[in-house]
């Protein structure tokens, strides 16, 4: 049986919606997404400004040792506002020390629900009988964020045996 | 329709496209990566069926924190027995 892990923070990020779950001991301890409502719609920049905000004040509540981030995958031409959010998001995680792990959301969804394009609904009813979560009500961005953490658990947790 | 025209035509296809063949919304399919999408509605039509005889390593893991895996003791049962 492998040990207590600390802290894990998941993201799965975007500009507008963010979810975020965060793992103690192999559980998901809290889980909420980060919203910016069509009144702050800003550019991609502002709303990236406060979301990196909103996730300081969810590191300085929560204290996680690592980072797990499901990035956005398949997307054939450059999104500048996606590139913008991951290289923000990677500076973040460096200012704050902690450990960044990004998986491509293709890959989360081959492992979780076995296929790389594997509809929101099947991803989030594969994760909740994965970690006896059926019957908890959750966003799908909140399934995401959970579904890219127990991947990450997952994938460190069988490494360390 | 269901699905199965649409693994038809991947068995003839000549091309990489179906016009019409979307039985959704009756617009364009084409193939992407080995799957159908709709140009019109965007939707996928999968020809893979998942593999639920060969969990992956993401469910083996989740199912022996569970404490339990399919068919056989976990390893705690099989500790105290």
């Given at each position: 049986?492998?040990?207590?892990?600390?802290?894990?923070?998941a993201?799965?990020?975007?500009?507008?919606?963010?979810?975020?779950?965060?793992?103690?001991?192999?559980?998901?301890?809290?889980?909420?997404?980060?919203?910016f409502?069509?009144?702050?719609?800003g550019?991609?920049?502002?709303?990236?400004?406060?979301?990196?905000?909103?996730?300081?004040?969810?590191?300085?509540?929560?204290?996680?040792?690592?980072?797990?981030?499901?990035?956005?995958?398949?997307?054939?031409?450059?999104?500048?506002?996606?590139?913008?959010?991951?290289?923000?998001?990677?500076?973040?995680?460096?200012?704050?020390?902690?450990?960044?792990?990004?998986?491509?959301?293709?890959?989360?969804?081959?492992?979780?629900?076995q296929?790389?394009?594997?509809p929101?609904?099947?991803?989030?009813?594969?994760?909740?009988?994965?970690?006896?979560?059926?019957?908890?009500?959750?966003?799908?961005?909140?399934?995401?964020?959970?579904?890219a953490?127990?991947y990450?658990?997952?994938?460190?947790?069988?490494?360390?045996? | 329709?269901?699905?199965?025209?649409?693994?038809?035509?991947?068995?003839?296809?000549?091309?990489?496209?179906?016009?019409?063949?979307?039985?959704?919304?009756?617009?364009?399919?084409f193939?992407?990566?080995?799957?159908?999408?709709?140009?019109?509605?965007g939707?996928?039509?999968?020809?893979?069926?998942?593999?639920?005889?060969a969990?992956?390593?993401?469910?083996?893991?989740?199912?022996?924190?569970?404490?339990?895996?399919?068919?056989g003791?976990?390893a705690?049962?099989e500790?105290?027995?």
């Open positions: 049986m492998t040990a207590s892990k600390p802290i894990l923070l993201l799965d990020a975007d500009t507008r919606r963010t979810g975020w779950a965060v793992f103690e001991d192999y559980a998901v301890a809290q889980s909420g997404v980060i919203t409502g069509a009144t702050r719609a550019t991609a920049q502002q709303r990236i400004e406060c979301l990196i905000a909103a996730l300081d004040e969810v590191a300085a509540r929560f204290r996680p040792a690592e980072v797990a981030l499901s990035s956005p995958s398949g997307l054939r031409w450059e999104v500048p506002a996606l590139a913008l959010l991951e290289s923000e998001l990677a500076a973040w995680a460096r200012r704050s020390g902690l450990p960044l792990t990004a998986y491509p959301v293709a890959q989360i969804r081959r492992e979780v629900a296929h790389p394009r594997a929101a609904p099947a991803l989030a009813f594969a994760v909740m009988t994965a970690l006896d979560m059926v019957g908890t009500a959750k966003s799908t961005h909140e399934w995401e964020a959970i579904a953490g127990a990450h658990l997952s994938r460190t947790g069988a490494a360390a045996g | 329709m269901g699905g199965l025209p649409i693994l038809w035509y991947q068995e003839f296809a000549v091309s990489r496209f179906v016009l019409r063949g979307c039985p959704r919304c009756g617009g364009d399919l193939l992407n990566e080995g799957d159908w999408q709709c140009l019109q509605c939707r996928y039509w999968f020809n893979r069926r998942p593999q639920a005889a969990p992956s390593a993401f469910l083996s893991f989740w199912r022996e924190r569970a404490g339990h895996t399919d068919g003791p976990s705690a049962e500790k105290s027995a």
